[in-house]
């Protein structure tokens, strides 16, 4: 079975700093990927998932992701965050061809500082 | 186009008490989750309806637990009776079909508190 490692459990940042949120996963077939963001008091909503093909996926609010299929890694990225930003990231897996149901990580509180 | 809904927000029990909670999807997905988020915790699955049938209820803690979706729109969910490991967010989603590369949608949660 499919498995998700969130290696930060809280990370802190200034604005307008970069930011790495660190996604590993484990699984013996091939896999999607995806981020979802929490803002307070909301569900999640997708930020990016990376299906097939290009390896670097870009999604929205400037956030962007990249599968290494050696490293079994699907980091986040943003060049620049916002106050905004602020809130906890949530990556996931589903397995190809078996149940495909969705896996999460324990989850990242990013807070972002003025 | 209307989001997920849910309701209630917030609920607060006694122990052995039981609760209800509904969700109506995103109009025309056929495939609604419910999943159970506690604290510190990411969102787990504990069923899975496609249409009015269900795809997995491996997590569905059977013997307290219990969910319906009779006419493949809403869904409730049940909990009887509660123990206080039941704290924790309920969120329902949804998703045009049952393909892992879907999208899911997700409602705002339900908060129950269980004393």
């Known amino acids: 079975a499919q498995s998700v490692t969130q290696l930060d459990s809280q990370v802190p940042v200034f604005e307008e700093a970069p930011v790495e949120l660190r996604c590993n996963y484990s699984?013996?077939?091939?896999?999607?990927l995806f981020w979802y963001v929490q803002y307070p008091n909301q569900g999640l909503q997708l930020l990016l998932k990376y299906l097939s093909g290009s390896t670097l996926v870009k999604g929205i609010n400037g956030f962007e992701a990249e599968f290494n299929k050696s490293q079994t890694s699907f980091h986040l990225r943003k060049p620049s965050v916002h106050i905004s930003d602020t809130a906890e990231y949530f990556c996931?897996?589903?397995?190809?061809?078996?149940?495909?149901?969705?896996?999460f990580g324990k989850g990242t509180k990013l807070t972002v500082n003025p | 186009e209307a989001g997920v809904a849910q309701s209630p927000r917030y609920k607060i029990i006694e122990k052995r008490q039981s609760v209800a909670f509904w969700c109506n999807p995103i109009s025309g997905h056929a495939t609604l989750y419910w999943y159970q988020q506690i604290l510190g915790q990411g969102p787990k699955l504990l069923i899975q309806?496609?249409?009015?049938?269900?795809?997995?209820d491996s997590q569905l803690p059977k013997d307290r637990f219990s969910a319906e979706r009779l006419k493949g729109v809403d869904s409730t969910l049940k909990i009887q009776p509660a123990k206080l490991e039941d704290s924790a967010v309920y969120l329902c989603?949804?998703?045009?079909?049952?393909?892992?590369?879907?999208?899911?949608?997700f409602g705002p949660g339900t908060r129950l508190l269980v004393l």
């Open positions: 309806f496609q249409n009015n049938g269900v795809v997995d």
């Open positions: 989603a949804s998703s045009p079909g049952t393909s892992g590369k879907e999208t899911q949608y």
């Open positions: 699984s013996s077939v091939s896999v999607y």
């Open positions: 996931a897996v589903s397995e190809q061809g078996g149940s495909e149901k969705l896996v």
